[in-house]
């Protein structure tokens, strides 16, 4: 019996619809890692905003997400439509996401008051319309399979194509900065984002295209919004899961922004930061396949510690032994990036875990807004970090395009490679909690189809 319902609950999706979903990350990184690597630079050094500023806008700003990422988790849960429960987004909201994102990235000539208010606007509106397509987006893994393997394997692709997002991006902004805009770096930046905007509306379209939710409500009605609350009760892994995306949002944040200011000053090399994103970013690649076929005998938790560990090891080292030779940066940034590229896969998998054991523990499934607090978790993690980047230039000093002190250049030197490295430590204490084991998922899986097929025999 119990084999049977777990073969029954087995979906194997096509290569092609993988891809296409994966694309639908590859669109957002295309928008969102521009933000994250290039805006606060921009800020300070183009549009000229105080690095004060920028970090209460910053906070400001992803704390607003973190309020509203729930409520359009409730929002996208309820809805009904021909084209599915979540999916409708990718359509609705690829436009006015491309448009935020040339406007995010735009220099209006104002006084500093008029581009504070700009610089909150549109980075506001940016955060809102990310959360309008992306939230629902990655609510889709729970209802286009219940396959515990598939989740796993659509999250590889996903962060397969959203790293390749993320390495275009990194690789080709400044590059495409300086030709489109020559001198004036103003009309640089606005014109490649409206390249990065424009793209990522087209893959939005494909990934809607290719893609088919599955799992969708039994009764096709809506529930109310209270019994949405209902899923977290009890839900340990939802909570550990927010821990370990603000953790990871948080620092990441800071070791994306930081970057090129301490490639402009600890080493006086931007032009390097192409290569180093690569460093990063290709291991990751080539890792996360490896990652995915370790989860089958590792399980999830297994996986994301051992990765964990690798990456832990070598960002320590980048710290310890301040390196100013080009080589051996690269070489510990390409071994840490392939144990930090062995956990991605499983790390987003979680998420979609949590929405079974809510629906096993409650009775209630509550997809998106499950899916929200993992949003809830980054965007307060993205909100932090952004903050302290700013609050850590201003308070070390920073002087936009001039000579930085000692504190300055450790505090980029430490936000590049010392904090990610006891943030690993920190992600490996809060697994030690992780209880949802493949396992115990089996077994709850189980549990619930017992009880839908006892439902229905009641009804009959």
């Keep these: 019996m119990e084999r049977a319902i777990m073969s029954a609950l087995k979906t194997r999706i096509g290569a092609r619809e993988k891809i296409g979903y994966g694309l639908g990350d590859m669109a ?55 084209h599915g429960v979540f999916r409708p987004y990718l359509l609705w909201m690829a436009i ?22 700009w610089a909150y606007a549109t980075y506001i509106s940016l955060g809102m319309a990310y959360t309008a397509i992306n939230m629902p987006y990655s609510a889709m893994t729970a209802t286009m399979t219940q396959d515990p393997d598939e989740r796993v394997s659509l999250s590889t692709y996903r962060m397969t194509f959203a790293f ?24 640089g930046y606005q014109l490649t984002m409206g390249i990065f905007g424009a793209i990522a509306t087209v893959m939005y379209f494909v990934c809607f295209a290719t893609t088919r939710e599955r799992v969708m409500p039994a009764d096709g009605e809506a529930m109310p919004i209270k019994d949405s609350f209902k899923a977290i009760e009890g839900n340990t892994p939802w909570f550990l899961m927010i821990g370990m995306a603000f953790l990871g949002q948080a620092v990441n944040t800071m070791k994306s922004g930081v970057t090129i200011y301490f490639f402009t000053y600890n080493l006086g090399k931007q032009e390097l930061i192409p290569l180093f994103m690569m460093a990063i970013m290709l291991p990751m690649l080539v890792a996360m396949p490896i990652g995915n076929m370790a989860s089958r005998k590792l399980d999830k938790k297994g ?43 499983a790390s987003f998998a979680l998420g979609a875990d949590t929405v079974e054991y809510g629906e096993w523990k409650s009775g209630v499934r509550a997809a998106g807004f499950l899916t929200a607090g993992g949003f809830f978790g980054g965007k307060l993690g993205t909100s932090i970090g952004g903050a302290l980047l700013g609050f850590i230039l201003a308070g070390t000093g920073y002087i936009a395009g001039g000579k930085q002190g000692a504190s300055t250049l450790f505090a980029f030197r430490f936000m590049i490679s010392g904090l990610p490295a ?39």
């Design 422 to 460: 006891i943030a690993g430590v920190a992600n490996i204490v809060i697994l030690t909690f992780w209880k949802l084991d493949r396992a115990t998922f089996h077994r709850l899986m189980v549990d619930l189809e017992e009880r839908k097929n006892a439902k229905t025999a009641e009804a009959v």
């Design 303 to 345: 996986v994301i510690m051992l990765g964990s560990a690798i990456a832990i090891v070598f960002n320590a080292l980048f710290f310890i032994l301040n390196p100013q030779d080009t080589g051996i940066i690269i070489l510990l940034t390409v071994l840490g990036g392939l144990g930090t590229g062995m956990t991605i896969p």
């Design 164 to 187: 390749l997002g993320g390495l275009i991006v990194n690789i080709l902004t400044l590059p495409l900065i300086k030709a489109l805009g020559g001198a004036n770096q103003k009309l």
């Design 96 to 117: 006015p996401f491309g448009v935020a994102a040339v406007l995010t990235f735009t220099t209006p000539n104002f006084g500093i008051a008029g581009k504070l208010v």
């Design 28 to 82: 957002s990184n295309f928008v969102w890692t521009s933000a994250m690597s290039y805006l606060a630079f921009f800020y300070t050094d183009i549009f000229g905003i105080s690095a004060a500023a920028v970090g209460v806008l910053m906070l400001l700003a992803r704390l607003w997400d973190a309020v509203n990422d729930p409520i359009m988790g409730m929002i996208a849960e309820r809805t009904r439509s021909r």
